[in-house]
């Protein structure tokens, strides 16, 4: 069966660090792969999504970014955090189309 | 257009209950609409998704009521338990695309009272 990994689960960093968050998927091969984000209280903020190795395409600009190193690995990076960069970040998976399974997230907090 | 209308934003029903949460949409391209579940701390977990083509969909205690005329779609849950209480989003997408995006609804707090 496929698994989706994410972590860390909690992360505090400080206003200005970089950001490196990764998610891996087993038992599956050539997945679409998503990256959302999800304020308190909120709803889902698609950020990334990527249909193949080294594809990614992005959906709201801003100071994160995206890539895809390997078929199954799909990494979230920053250079420097900002405040606004709190939140709960969720990786997903799917097959080629639906449905979108999603990892446990992590809990980012900038200070 | 491509927005999903979610309400309420929170809904309390007692234990036994009927749980009912719409949505609408504008895009008459989507074709795929799932309903998710998160607890507080986890990521959404899918429950269950219709397609266009039929009307109606039932697995266990959650119902999802589809009208494609109206652009709407709902989640009933029959027998609300206090295991129920989450937040629990709609989204659509169009199927036929390899991208798999899909759009959510802003989520609806459920709390079922014991």
């Known amino acids: 069966s496929q698994t989706i990994h994410q972590w860390p689960a909690t992360l505090v960093q400080p206003v200005g660090s970089p950001l490196s968050l990764e998610c891996t998927v087993e038992g599956t091969s050539n997945p679409n792969l998503y990256w959302y984000r999800q304020a308190a209280g909120r709803g889902l903020q698609l950020l990334f999504y990527?249909?193949?190795?080294?594809?990614i395409s992005s959906e709201v600009p801003q100071n994160l970014s995206a890539s895809r190193p390997q078929d199954r690995q799909f990494i979230l990076s920053s250079k420097k955090l900002l405040l606004s960069d709190s939140g709960f970040y969720l990786c997903a998976w799917s097959p080629q189309g639906q449905p979108q399974h999603f990892g446990d997230g992590t809990r980012l907090s900038i200070l | 257009q491509q927005q999903v209308k979610q309400s309420p934003q929170s809904l309390i029903v007692q234990k036994g209950g009927i749980s009912i949460i719409n949505c609408a949409y504008e895009?008459?391209?989507?074709?795929?609409f799932p309903w998710y579940q998160q607890f507080p701390g986890k990521g959404p977990a899918l429950l269950i998704a219709i397609r266009p083509d039929v009307s109606e969909k039932k697995e266990g205690r959650f119902t999802i009521s589809f009208n494609k005329s109206a652009k709407q779609f709902s989640l009933h849950i029959m027998d609300s338990q206090p295991g129920d209480s989450a937040t629990y989003f709609c989204?659509?997408?169009?199927?036929?695309?390899?991208?798999?995006?899909?759009?959510f609804g802003q989520g609806t707090t459920l709390q079922v009272k014991p």
């Open positions: 989204a659509a997408s169009m199927g036929s695309s390899n991208t798999g995006k899909l759009i």
């Open positions: 895009n008459t391209a989507f074709d795929y």
């Open positions: 990527s249909v193949g190795i080294g594809q």
